[in-house]
């Protein structure tokens, strides 16, 4: 069964704006990971943040995790063409993955130029 | 480094038809697992592995088998096709020191 659900499905926004895109799940984790997938390619990792921190930044992007809510958010700031993707949070009950990570059905990011 | 390296990229097959999906990766890492993407359900895992010769089922198992006799290699075979099966199929690869690798992907398609 789905772990992470991902909110909203779909998001399309302007080249140079901000999108927020937003999960949510079920059970206690480990840790909770997004992954960034281009049509037709397989999904690239783009960060972890662990259920003992907050916040997380790499680059343009921002994660933040409330274990309380068993919510997570994506920010993604001053976007580009280039970040066009489907975009996946990802659950880690077991704290390395051994059993596989429970992945969400996605949000579709489009960047209108 | 070739990463996570799936073939074939696409296959078709007929309802009954056996097949073989190959997974190879080349970093050394401990876990390997299979997913299976579906318009509208993101990705469910169908069998996983933490070590040579260790394999368990995820999530959607049936129809498929799997083996791991060396770090390298998780081949997917599939048994006995069903339409059921039309999927994209993935393969990662990773440790407790790292993330999950993907590869790119196989699209099957059974008629």
């Known amino acids: 069964s789905q772990q992470g659900e991902e909110d909203p499905q779909a998001l399309s926004i302007q080249e140079g704006e901000n999108a927020t895109m937003n999960c949510s799940y079920k059970?206690?984790?480990?840790?909770l990971q997004w992954y960034r997938q281009n049509s037709g390619r397989g999904l690239v990792h783009l960060i972890l943040?662990?259920?003992?921190?907050r916040e997380k930044h790499s680059g343009r992007l921002r994660v933040t995790l409330d274990t309380s809510k068993k919510s997570s958010s994506l920010l993604i700031t001053a976007s580009r063409a280039a970040d066009t993707a489907s975009y996946f949070c990802?659950?880690?009950?077991?704290?390395?993955?051994?059993?596989?990570?429970?992945f969400g059905k996605g949000t579709h990011l489009i960047i209108q130029p | 480094n070739a990463g996570v390296t799936q073939t074939p990229k696409f296959q078709v097959l007929k309802t009954g038809q056996s097949m073989t999906l190959q997974c190879a990766q080349d970093?050394?890492?401990?876990?390997m697992s299979w997913y299976r993407q579906d318009p509208g359900m993101g990705l469910r895992l169908i069998h996983y592995?933490?070590?040579?010769?260790?394999?368990d089922q995820g999530e959607v198992p049936n129809g498929y088998n799997v083996s791991r006799s060396t770090t390298e290699d998780f081949p997917l075979r599939l048994l006995s096709a069903a339409p059921s099966q039309t999927s994209v199929y993935f393969c990662?690869?990773?440790?407790?020191?790292?993330?999950?690798?993907f590869g790119n992907g196989t699209r099957l398609t059974v008629t």
């Open positions: 970093m050394n890492h401990e876990y």
């Open positions: 990662a690869s990773g440790s407790r020191r790292s993330p999950l690798h």
């Open positions: 943040i662990r259920s003992n921190e």
């Open positions: 990802a659950t880690d009950d077991s704290g390395g993955g051994a059993d596989g990570l429970t």
């Open positions: 059970t206690s984790i480990n840790n």
């Open positions: 592995s933490v070590g040579a010769g260790i394999t």
